[in-house]
Every structure is written in structure tokens, then in C-alpha cells.
């Protein structure tokens, strides 16, 4: 891979938008990078229980490169490549079996907003900045952003951000629920980010349930919700982690929480 980074650090996976002569606007080779390291995450072997996703460099993910040729190769249109190269990725972020932290460390545009925006915990320094672009060169938003950024911000910030097309400095995103943890600069937002993660790595398995229970309350209606809580909690009962969780609060200690 060149256009995506991934390290593995203890257990935590930290994938890297890489290619900063462009702010790391997504081209085609970057998408095939991503795919490939979606498969590597998806690998038990390597351990990971927290994804830590930034951007090298000054930008986080700038939006679609319109100047790379091989970014997209739809005849039918631009619908067609999202259906065929942006939502395997994002249908991967949201059933991956982990947490997931976002540093957004510059620019997030375009759809490098709503790859921003799949973290569970949104870490941003004050050098970034969010940015519906679409409009400015007559497409909608995508990759989710429809769908997410109501629900984080609100109906009438999103239709604003999403119809004027202006900046979201990251100060105002972090006042306006978007951005869970702010940072003055790209070194301390690396640390606090990686703090976030590390501490989500260390904790126990429900957290991927959470996970799940979340993204579907969405669609579910409130029956349908109590009742995936009833399974997942099942799930839950049943690891390693609620005897060791249930044991260490008994103990009064920290519990020691393997992920299983």
C-alpha cells in the first residue's frame, strides 16, 4: 500500500490517509490501498481493538481527487462509483468489530468528511476544518454525510453547511457536537487521540456491541431496540469480560478486560 498507511501499535490499528502532496484526496489507488487494509484490520492475527483513522501530513482527507483519471471508471455515472468503490469501505467501517477514533488533523472535505465523521469518538485540533463541498461543483453530498450529519449537528446546520458550502472551523464543529475532543495543535491532538484509543483498546468486548446497538437505533423503531438490546446483552453476558468486569468490581481493582 501506498496511498494508505497502516501500523500496527499494540492494539491499536492506526490507518493513515498518505498522500499529503494533495491534502490525501481519494483517487483510485487510494481507494484499492483502503480496501486492502479494511481486509488487514478484519484479521484477528494482528490483535487491533481500536482503529485510529487520520491523515499524514497537513490534511486529513481533502475529498475526491478530480484531477486523477483512475479515481473512478463508471459509465453510468457518478452514483455508480460510490456504489462501487466508497460504500464497500463505509459498510466495512460501520460492521467492523472494533472502535473507531478519527484525528482529524486538517482539512476534512468532501467525502474526507464523512470518513471523518464514522469515528465514535471525533478528535480534532483547532488547525482543522470541516468543508460540505459538494455544492461548489453541483453534486450533493455523500458517502453517508446525508445521513449522519443531521443527527450530529442538527436539520438546519446540516442543510446550511450543505447548501452554502463554507468552512466548519473546528472550534465551532466542537460547540456544535461534532467533534467529541478538541486540541490545540496536530502534536497534542496525535497524543489525546491515541490516549482515546489506547483506552478503548484496553476495554472490554461489549464496546463493539455498543457499537452495533447504536448504529441500529437509526432505523430500528423503540420495540425493535429493546429487543436487540436483549440480544446483544446476552452476547455480553456471556464473555469473559463481564465475569472479569463483575469480579474486579467486587475486588475493587481494575479490571483487566481481553476483548473476549
Known amino acids: 500500500m501506498e496511498k494508505m498507511k497502516l501500523e500496527f501499535k499494540g492494539k491499536v490499528a492506526v490507518l493513515k490517509f498518505n498522500d499529503p502532496g494533495v491534502m490525501n484526496a ?29 491523515g499524514e501530513g497537513r490534511g486529513f482527507c481533502s475529498g475526491a481527487n478530480l484531477s486523477d483519471e483512475g479515481r473512478e471508471n463508471n459509465s453510468g455515472g457518478a452514483g455508480d462509483g460510490l456504489r462501487s468503490n466508497y460504500h464497500p469501505l463505509l459498510f466495512g467501517l460501520r460492521e467492523l468489530d472494533m472502535s473507531i477514533v478519527t484525528a482529524v488533523n486538517g482539512a476534512a472535505a468532501g467525502v474526507g468528511m464523512s470518513f471523518a465523521m464514522m469515528g465514535d469518538i471525533i478528535c480534532a485540533s483547532k488547525q482543522a476544518f470541516f468543508l460540505q463541498a459538494f455544492a461548489r461543483i453541483g453534486l450533493i453530498p455523500d458517502g453517508g454525510a446525508t445521513f449522519i450529519l443531521p443527527r450530529l449537528v442538527g436539520w438546519g446546520r446540516a442543510m446550511e453547511l450543505s447548501m452554502l458550502a463554507e468552512r466548519l472551523p473546528a472550534e465551532k464543529a466542537y460547540d456544535w457536537g461534532l467533534v467529541n475532543r478538541l486540541y490545540e495543535d496536530n502534536d497534542s491532538l496525535m497524543e489525546g487521540a ?10 472490554p468486548r461489549s464496546l463493539s456491541l455498543i457499537r452495533k446497538a447504536y448504529w441500529n437505533t437509526w432505523h430500528n423503531a423503540y420495540e425493535q431496540q ?35
Open 26 to 54: 481519494v483517487g483510485g489507488e487510494m481507494l484499492e490501498d483502503f480496501a486492502e487494509a479494511m481486509i488487514e484490520l478484519k484479521n484477528p492475527e494482528n490483535g487491533s481493538r481500536c482503529l485510529l483513522l487520520t
Open 194 to 203: 491515541m490516549q482515546v484509543a489506547q483506552q478503548l483498546a484496553d476495554g
Open 226 to 260: 429493546l429487543d436487540l438490546e436483549a440480544q446483544l446483552q446476552n452476547e455480553a453476558g456471556k464473555s469473559n469480560d463481564f465475569v472479569e468486569g463483575v469480579s474486579a468490581f467486587l475486588e475493587k481493582r481494575d479490571a483487566q478486560f481481553t476483548g473476549n
